[in-house]
């Protein structure tokens, strides 16, 4: 049973451009986070997500960051003219049921860096 | 402090030694979860422990939890250089809608185990 799948598991891009990451939960989880660490931090929510609806996105930036679950395919957390400060560790996390009191399983995470 | 909170930012012991490690937090919680991370990687699940345990065992990990000073301590014995990482407590706090889900975590603890 392959474990949670995030890629690219680097990505560098300049200012103004546009960030995609994604991720694939494990097989039979439904419910998916996504998590982002600062040097030096600990992980901080941004997201919590199901097929098709956003439940919880407290943790997110009101501009240019936006994710979705499709019914198909992986978790897309999009992020729009990235600038230098959105440089850090995205990670992504699934759990079978609903997320209260399920162990959440993490992929390795994407690094992002801004130039 | 801020919620799950770990202490001490680092520890530095012997091969065979023993590792404890604490973790303080604010708010009242369903279950606290201990993970581990490697310089660079993604977490680790390590341990769960819920509000009503106060103690679990999972190989050479030991975890305890005092609900009523709110802090939890994970005891690593017989250390080995293989366990140098990072190791993170993340709580999820009881609140009220159920949002139980978002794991917060503090800054982390880092161990190293010197051969």
């Known amino acids: 049973n392959a474990g949670v799948m995030q890629n690219p598991r680097h990505l560098v891009r300049r200012r103004g451009q546009e960030a995609r990451l994604r991720c694939s939960p494990m097989?039979?989880?439904?419910?998916v986070y996504w998590y982002r660490q600062l040097p030096e931090e600990g992980l901080k929510f941004m997201v919590y997500l199901q097929k098709e609806n956003i439940i919880d996105e407290s943790g997110m930036p009101k501009e240019r960051f936006s994710a979705e679950f499709p019914k198909e395919g992986p978790s897309i957390l999009r992020i729009q003219q990235v600038v230098r400060g959105d440089s850090a560790a995205y990670f992504c996390?699934?759990?079978?049921?609903?997320?209260?009191?399920?162990?959440?399983?993490f992929g390795p995470g994407t690094r992002l860096t801004v130039t | 402090s801020q919620q799950g909170e770990e202490d001490p930012q680092a520890l530095s012991i012997q091969e065979g030694e023993n590792a404890t490690m604490n973790c303080s937090y604010k708010t009242s919680i369903n279950n606290l979860q201990w993970y581990r991370q490697n310089s660079g990687r993604g977490l680790v699940h390590l341990i769960l422990i819920r509000s009503n345990e106060r103690e679990k065992h999972s190989g050479r990990l030991r975890v305890t939890l005092d609900t009523s000073k709110k802090s939890s301590s994970l005891l690593i014995t017989a250390s080995r250089a293989a366990d140098t990482a990072s190791y993170f407590c993340a709580t999820d706090a009881v609140s009220s809608g159920g949002s139980n889900y978002k794991l917060t975590f503090g800054k982390g603890t880092l161990l190293t185990v010197n051969p």
């Open positions: 097989k039979g989880h439904s419910h």
């Open positions: 996390a699934s759990s079978p049921g609903y997320g209260g009191g399920d162990e959440q399983y």
